[in-house]
């Protein structure tokens, strides 16, 4: 064969392998939106498979499906769409760490918070904790099966807590009387105060 011959050949081969690589993109494609088709077809017929929970917009009610994974975000294309200010398209994706959490982790640097705590990259989210993103806060409620456990709310002590804290740690209370007194019908040995009850009990058993 010529030189000329053997040019035209590479050229052509060249050509060859572009369009069987262009069609095997084509057949991963289509193989991929028909996986997806039948796995939203599965979720339509049966909608408890994978489910984990259900998460919940604090401001409308609105509430959507929550499964192992997905996204969050403004787009029509996310798990969980929340049209609101400030939130992207693509906000933040989410995972089950299973015995764990939800693991959350903001897209690009995206504002997110979870119980009003900013992460640096990912934050796991326990059932009842409240996911802030742009102006959307949302309210995760996980299925007992998870094993997830809730979010404990802590309550600050109020100003009764604290003066009963003083009671105990100082012996006495806000206003300077023995918490043991007579008064009080109670009295322990060996406690500031008790030793001048303990003798009138005596005399009145006496009596």
Same mark, same amino acid.
């Given at each position: 064969m010529s030189r000329e011959g053997y040019e035209i050949l590479a050229l052509l081969m060249r050509y060859v392998f572009l369009l069987l690589g262009?069609?095997?993109v084509y057949r991963a494609y289509v193989w991929l939106y028909k996986d997806h088709r039948a796995f939203q077809r599965t979720l339509s017929e049966q909608p408890q498979i994978g489910r984990i929970g259900e998460i919940t917009d604090e401001k409308t009610g609105k509430t959507w499906p929550l499964y192992q994974e997905g996204l969050i975000g403004s787009g029509s294309g996310c798990d969980i769409s929340v049209r609101?200010?400030?939130l992207r398209r693509k906000h933040? /994706?989410?995972r089950l760490v299973p015995g764990k959490g939800v693991l959350v982790t903001p897209v690009r640097r995206a504002r997110l918070s979870v119980d009003d705590v900013q992460p640096r990259k990912s934050a796991l989210a326990l059932s009842g904790? /409240?996911?802030r993103l742009g102006n959307?806060?949302?309210v995760l409620r996980l299925n007992p099966e998870t094993g997830i456990p809730e979010r404990t709310q802590i309550?600050?002590?109020s100003e009764d807590d604290e003066s009963w804290m003083r009671l105990f740690k100082d012996g006495a209370d806000p206003d300077g009387s023995d918490p043991l007194s007579p008064l009080n019908g109670s009295a322990v040995p060996g406690y500031p105060g008790a030793d001048a009850f303990l003798p009138d009990q005596k005399e009145r058993k006496k009596e």
């Open positions: 262009v069609l095997i609101r200010k400030g933040a /994706v989410y904790s /409240v996911l959307a806060s949302l309550i600050p002590p």
